[in-house]
């Protein structure tokens, strides 16, 4: 089988194609995308010591910020309703941002402005893995402090709600629902066509992309704006991971404190951000004049049915979802190119840190490819942007991407001991050049993971675009 025939076989042949015109991403590490792919491959970290509220005393201090960030510079977003101040409605702000990016390199116009010539703004939609926006940590802890009643250990209810009604700002309330991103969004690109949003945890904005995919294949959309956003830098979010035990701790370096696959590691490294892409319809990006990065030629979604709070330990759903999306896209994962090489050249770990998920990921990966694993390079950019919770997926679809366009892999960062139960080709600390001899790229296919919390496991397959 030759690589130029991936994607082409019966299960294929006269379906819908579907390609990416264009993406915007908010990281811990920028956001202008060259910028930051430069320092992806560079092996730059973005994690250092909490400094949006007093985390001092936390036995997690640290995580990846994204810092200096001003909506304003990416569009007329002054008028926003119900978004003050820069930490109200963070969550909405990181997705416009990489939203407006998104449809500025697709050719699809600025926020606000009227629709591109040739666009139905009714067969336009938004798919989003959006998280809960940021509490009112302050007034909610006075609220609860003022009802409080030690004598009966419990809160006066009347007491709180006189209290949240003095205390709680109304527009900060409304931005802790998930679904203000997509609205936001619809509203500022005059996206009409289908709305949606969900909270799969790690795996939503992964699974936004690949359920995006299929609204446009089953022709109720030509174009759809898709993929996630998030914060959980803050007290609330950052006190249930540390009490589900599942982030580092290791405060002595929090710089190196994120070590997929490493015997080391003891835990994830949060971050927060957002990536959007827009996906088209071939046939209607090509007659508009867009410029298509990648085809997503397979997507695959599936259910642990195990435990709320473990992986299933053989990784099957992760091994179901991998395989999905490998069959989608017409490609055998025992299979090997015309050139030698497995017809997979690149994975984007879900690759956390955990003990549990590396490990298992990298069993399903085995259980996936057998002999081809190992000679499939297999790395996670969370060694230096920290997890994005449900922005991850589609940021790390993004690096995809890159890989594909530049020929270059970013590395696993902080992977100095290998651990026995993880013996793959994680790109240990250095990015790895697959260009040929005259400087293209050898990365012509990539498959991205997401696999969240409470057993949900999606994985995107895309291409490089071939007319």
Same mark, same amino acid.
């Given at each position: 089988?030759?690589?130029? /025939?991936?994607?082409?076989?019966?299960?294929?042949?006269?379906?819908?194609?579907?390609?990416?015109?264009?993406?915007?991403?908010?990281?811990?590490?920028?956001?202008?995308?060259?910028?930051?792919?430069?320092?992806?491959?560079?092996?730059?970290?973005?994690?250092?010591?909490?400094?949006?509220?007093?985390?001092?005393? @936390?036995?997690?201090? +640290?995580?990846?910020?994204?810092?200096? %960030?001003?909506?304003?510079?990416?569009?007329? %977003?002054?008028?926003?309703?119900?978004?003050?101040?820069?930490?109200?409605?963070?969550?909405?702000?990181?997705?416009?941002?990489?939203?407006?990016?998104?449809?500025?390199?697709?050719?699809?116009?600025?926020?606000?402005?009227? !629709?591109?010539?040739?666009?139905?703004?009714?067969?336009?939609?938004?798919?989003?893995? &959006?998280?809960?926006?940021?509490?009112? @940590?302050?007034?909610?802890? &006075?609220?609860?402090?003022?009802?409080?009643?030690?004598?009966?250990?419990?809160?006066?209810?009347?007491?709180?709600?006189?209290?949240?009604?003095?205390? #709680?700002?109304?527009?900060? =309330?409304?931005?802790? =629902?998930?679904?203000?991103?997509?609205?936001?969004?619809?509203?500022?690109?005059?996206?009409?066509?289908? $709305?949606?949003?969900?909270?799969?945890?790690?795996?939503?904005?992964?699974?936004?992309?690949? =359920?995006?995919?299929?609204? *446009?294949?089953?022709?109720?959309?030509?174009?759809?704006?898709?993929?996630?956003?998030?914060? #959980?830098?803050?007290?609330?979010?950052?006190?249930? +991971?540390?009490?589900?035990?599942?982030?580092?701790?290791?405060?002595?370096?929090?710089?190196?404190?994120?070590? !997929? %696959?490493?015997?080391?590691?003891?835990?994830?490294?949060?971050?927060?951000?957002?990536?959007?892409? *827009?996906?088209?319809?071939?046939?209607?990006?090509?007659?508009?004049?867009?410029?298509?990065?990648?085809?997503?030629?397979?997507?695959?979604?599936?259910?642990?049915?195990?435990?709320?709070?473990?992986?299933? !330990? =053989?990784?099957?759903?992760?091994?179901?979802?991998?395989? /999905?999306?490998?069959?989608?896209?017409?490609?055998?994962?025992?299979?090997?190119?015309?050139?030698?090489?497995?017809?997979?050249?690149? *994975? $984007?770990?879900?690759?956390?840190?955990?003990?549990?998920?590396?490990?298992?990921?990298?069993?399903?990966?085995?259980?996936?490819?057998?002999?081809?694993?190992?000679?499939?390079?297999?790395?996670?950019?969370?060694?230096?942007?920290?997890?994005?919770?449900?922005?991850?997926?589609?940021?790390?679809?993004?690096?995809?991407?890159?890989?594909?366009?530049?020929?270059?892999? !970013?590395?696993? #960062?902080?992977?100095?001991?290998?651990?026995?139960?993880?013996?793959?080709?994680?790109?240990?600390?250095?990015?790895?050049?697959?260009?040929?001899?005259?400087?293209?790229?050898?990365?012509?296919? &990539?498959?991205?993971?997401?696999?969240? +919390?409470?057993?949900?496991?999606?994985?995107?397959? *895309?291409?490089?675009?071939?007319?």
């Amino acid at each position: 089988m030759s690589n130029a /025939s991936v994607g082409a076989d019966a299960r294929t042949r006269g379906r819908r194609r579907i390609v990416m015109t264009g993406m915007g991403w908010v990281t811990p590490l920028g956001g202008d995308v060259d910028t930051v792919w430069e320092r992806l491959v560079a092996g730059a970290s973005a994690i250092g010591l909490i400094t949006r509220f007093q985390a001092e005393t @936390f036995p997690t201090n +640290f995580g990846a910020e994204v810092k200096q %960030f001003d909506l304003n510079e990416h569009g007329p %977003f002054a008028e926003l309703a119900g978004l003050p101040d820069e930490t109200t409605g963070r969550s909405a702000r990181f997705a416009l941002a990489a939203a407006a990016r998104a449809m500025q390199q697709a050719g699809l116009g600025a926020p606000g402005a009227a !629709p591109t010539a040739g666009i139905d703004p009714e067969r336009m939609g938004v798919y989003l893995g &959006a998280g809960e926006g940021t509490p009112d @940590f302050d007034a909610c802890t &006075a609220t609860c402090l003022e009802a409080w009643s030690g004598e009966h250990r419990t809160l006066d209810m009347h007491v709180w709600a006189q209290q949240a009604y003095a205390r #709680m700002e109304q527009t900060k =309330e409304l931005e802790q =629902e998930p679904y203000l991103p997509v609205t936001q969004i619809a509203r500022h690109f005059g996206a009409r066509g289908p $709305s949606f949003n969900c909270m799969t945890a790690c795996a939503a904005s992964t699974q936004s992309v690949g =359920e995006a995919v299929e609204i *446009i294949r089953r022709d109720d959309a030509d174009i759809m704006i898709a993929g996630g956003s998030h914060t #959980m830098l803050h007290p609330f979010g950052m006190t249930g +991971f540390i009490r589900l035990t599942a982030m580092s701790k290791r405060r002595d370096a929090p710089a190196t404190a994120a070590r !997929p %696959f490493d015997q080391t590691r003891d835990g994830f490294v949060m971050g927060e951000g957002a990536g959007v892409v *827009i996906l088209e319809e071939l046939s209607h990006a090509l007659a508009r004049g867009a410029k298509p990065l990648v085809e997503v030629v397979g997507y695959g979604s599936s259910a642990d049915a195990y435990r709320i709070t473990d992986i299933q !330990p =053989e990784g099957l759903g992760a091994i179901a979802a991998m395989r /999905s999306a490998l069959a989608q896209a017409g490609i055998d994962p025992a299979a090997v190119g015309e050139d030698g090489r497995p017809l997979v050249h690149y *994975i $984007s770990a879900h690759g956390t840190g955990t003990k549990e998920n590396d490990a298992i990921e990298t069993k399903a990966v085995r259980g996936v490819f057998g002999d081809n694993a190992s000679r499939v390079p297999f790395s996670s950019v969370k060694s230096m942007l920290g997890h994005l919770i449900q922005a991850a997926g589609a940021v790390e679809l993004m690096t995809c991407v890159q890989a594909i366009r530049t020929g270059f892999l !970013p590395p696993t #960062m902080n992977l100095h001991n290998p651990d026995p139960a993880c013996d793959l080709d994680y790109v240990p600390n250095r990015a790895r050049d697959m260009r040929d001899a005259n400087g293209a790229s050898r990365v012509h296919v &990539a498959m991205s993971n997401g696999f969240g +919390f409470g057993g949900q496991n999606d994985t995107l397959v *895309i291409r490089r675009f071939d007319a």
